[in-house]
């Protein structure tokens, strides 16, 4: 069977979406491919034509994602399409069923009006709630944010709304055609 090298970037504002990547990566090198976890950086040397798969995962602040996911995207395109790629989201308003897929969250629907990619795949997983670990300001936007949307707003609040099942159902799609260990 054929080994895949495969590329995941990934964007965090609080290290969510890297504790996300990190359980895909290991999902899939536990299928027996060749799988590199790196930080997005468009000034990077990262050679990314040695990868067959590269996949995205970024977080949301404030409704946006970093403008570095942007600007990696718009340098990179041609490159991407020539690939398997997908792209992930993650951010507190999946918690909200109806707001926790591709098609359904405002947030992903809005960043892919913004880019010209098409992602081949893409999934939305809901992040973590954990205001000790803000700061004032981000604490009481965050705060008022979750009022508005009838979150959480117990300054103690601690939850990872993140439904680990569909974080390994979506890092299955990339096992296909790799040796078994």
Sequence with gaps: MNIKKILILYSTVDNH????????QDKIRKCGHDVLLHTINIDDKLDLN???TIIIGASIRY??????????IAKHQKLLE????????VNVVARKPEKNQPHTNP????FLKQ?????KILAV???????QKYGIFDRQMIRFIMWMTKGPTDPKTVI?????EAVDTFAALFCVEAPQK
């Design 107 to 110: 947030y992903l629907v809005k």
């Design 50 to 52: 040695i990868f067959d």
């Design 115 to 119: 880019i010209a990619w098409k992602p």
């Design 160 to 164: 990872e709304f993140t439904n680990w």
């Design 63 to 72: 409704g946006k994602h970093n403008e570095n996911v942007y600007h990696f």
């Design 82 to 89: 020539s690939k398997a790629n997908a792209f992930f989201s």
């Design 17 to 24: 979406t890297l504790k996300i990547c990190s359980q895909i």
């Design 125 to 131: 997983f809901a992040g973590m709630l954990d205001y």
